[in-house]
């Protein structure tokens, strides 16, 4: 009973916890809450209703659905070059020892740690060097810089706890590099890759900044929001796009956050 009372946070630090927590969560709840309002020009508190037809008059909009298709298959595509990249550059990094290796390490994390305004000048930049035009690809290739990031971050972590007797034996019991990444490597990794492709997923998915600056007259959903917020026609609809953002976004995090809690707890780690 004593240990219990000596670990009970006090009452200030549960009130400022709360504080802190409704500050940030707050205005995505009235993102919601806004979705379902009957007033259609106007934030009004409170609503002077609520209704579900923005729901229908957002699923019959043609131009919701094509900037979702872009920036689904901008995510899907920035994650995927992000898993084999940051994959292949972890395992360079952590499993040997060479000259400049905690340079490159650094370079590669580099893009994150820039603001985006200086990532999307930069590509930018680029493409009009190299006459690249404006297209799908530009925008992917602006997302895979941090993308890569996110899976490198992960991956690299994973395969420092991660034991190098375990692939020694394998190799000794006289399996092959095929068998060794299948049967040792992927199962020690996997859930590490798994989170570090949703984190990019969903970093992508919400991204605005090197998306201005690499879509050209391409709009993918936040740059679509962020439009209809400047030039709004109808305001429940931008809340209930916004609203199914938060979801999209929001499920791999929780995702990756269960995935990944018990990463410690790797086979051969510590021998």
């Given at each position: 009973m004593h240990s219990d009372r000596t670990h009970r946070a006090p009452l200030g630090l549960k009130?400022?916890?709360?504080?802190?927590l409704l500050f940030l969560h707050l205005p995505i709840l009235l993102i919601f809450v806004y979705a379902f309002t009957t007033e259609e020009r106007s934030y009004q508190w409170p609503p002077p209703g609520f209704t579900?037809?923005?729901?229908?008059?957002?699923?019959n909009r043609p131009d919701v659905w094509e900037a979702l298709g872009l920036s689904l298959k901008v995510a899907s595509i920035s994650t995927a070059i992000a898993l084999v990249l940051g994959t292949l550059c972890a395992?360079?990094?952590?499993?040997?020892?060479?000259?400049g290796r905690e340079t490159i390490s650094l370079l590669v994390i580099l893009p994150i740690a820039l603001p985006g305004i200086i990532t999307g000048i930069a590509l930018r930049s680029a493409f009009s060097i190299a006459d690249i035009p404006f297209s799908v690809w530009t925008i992917v290739l602006g997302h895979a810089t941090f993308?890569?990031?996110?899976?490198?971050?992960?991956?690299?972590?994973?395969?420092?706890?991660?034991?190098?007797?375990?692939i020694e034996a394998s190799m000794d019991l006289?399996?092959?590099?095929f068998q060794t990444l299948r049967y040792v490597i992927l199962p020690n990794i996997g859930t590490a890759l798994v989170a570090g492709g949703m984190l990019a997923f969903a970093l992508s998915f919400d991204e605005v900044i090197v998306t201005t600056f690499t879509a050209g007259?391409?709009?993918t959903l936040p740059i679509w929001m962020l439009e209809e917020l400047v030039r709004p026609r109808q305001r429940p609809v931008t809340n209930v796009v916004a609203m199914?953002?938060?979801?999209?976004?929001?499920?791999p995090i929780v995702a990756a956050y269960y995935l990944t809690r018990g990463g410690a707890e790797i086979a051969g780690h510590g021998k």
């Open positions: 009130i400022a916890a709360a504080a802190g579900l037809q923005w729901l229908g008059v957002t699923w395992a360079a990094v952590s499993g040997s020892r060479f000259f993308c890569v990031v996110v899976v490198y971050n992960n991956a690299i972590a994973r395969f420092r706890r991660t034991s190098g007797s375990l006289g399996a092959d590099g007259q391409q709009a199914v953002v938060v979801l999209v976004t929001l499920l």
